[in-house]
């Protein structure tokens, strides 16, 4: 899989957009990116994933660039439960891959 | 709809003695099933992955291993615990072909 860079911290005020960058820039054809997050000591949660194109959910917008060598993930309205690490991750989507997690971006939501 | 179970939530186990984690799923059928560990402050780190029953991967070498007797169970053991597997243990699945994880709540193992 291909290796994923990320801010190792970043704040962000509550109410106001939350974007996390992630560098992917040997990812692959066929490799997809994938969002989770971490609330401390808890299972990492599943936000939101994509090839190409930009993807949006309840949760959260992914902005894939068109070189596909980057990627932020945008939160629209932070709030103080967005507290959390997140991780970028970019994979294969076959039979037997696996999920490898990096270091992650620990997103602090301020009052 | 489709649930992971994982337990106990937090165990203290003296340095030698054995472990077993189970971790099972619920509303799916030959999920692939995975092992993290992850240490305090640090990343997650893949132990054990499975594709099937009695089909174990091991990622990194260590007085670890995994099992598979069921389809939908996946369990982690240990002979003789070691301090340095202190740890958050998280057990996860995914359907061979589709494209999310989901993660149980964790254990969270102290050896002492």
């Known amino acids: 899989d291909a290796k994923t860079t990320q801010p190792p911290s970043m704040d962000c005020a509550e109410g106001r957009a939350a974007n996390l960058p992630c560098n992917h820039s040997?990812?692959?054809?066929?490799?997809?990116v994938y969002w989770y997050r971490q609330i401390h000591s808890q299972g990492p949660q599943y936000i939101i994933h994509g090839l190409k194109n930009n993807e949006t959910n309840e949760m959260a917008s992914l902005i894939i660039t068109e070189d596909r060598k980057s990627s932020t993930l945008i939160l629209p309205h932070a709030t103080l439960r967005d507290t959390a690490v997140y991780y970028c991750?970019?994979?294969?989507?076959?039979?037997?891959?696996?999920?490898?997690f990096g270091p992650g971006t620990r997103l602090s939501v301020l009052p | 709809s489709q649930t992971i179970h994982q337990w106990p939530a937090t165990l203290v186990q003296p340095v030698g003695s054995p472990l077993s984690l189970e971790c099972t799923v619920e509303g799916t059928s030959n999920p692939n099933l995975y092992w993290y560990r992850q240490a305090a402050g640090r990343g997650l780190q893949l132990l054990f992955y499975?594709?099937?029953?009695?089909?174990i991967s091991s990622e990194v070498p260590q007085n670890l291993s995994a099992s598979r007797p069921q389809d939908r169970q996946f369990i982690l053991s240990s002979k003789k615990l070691l301090l340095s597997d202190s740890g958050f243990y998280l057990c996860?699945?995914?359907?061979?072909?589709?494209?999310?994880?989901?993660f149980g709540q964790g254990t969270r193992l102290t050896v002492v």
């Open positions: 991750i970019v994979r294969v989507d076959n039979y037997g891959q696996n999920f490898v």
């Open positions: 040997t990812i692959s054809g066929n490799e997809y």
């Open positions: 499975s594709v099937g029953i009695g089909q």
């Open positions: 996860a699945w995914s359907k061979t072909g589709y494209t999310e994880a989901f």
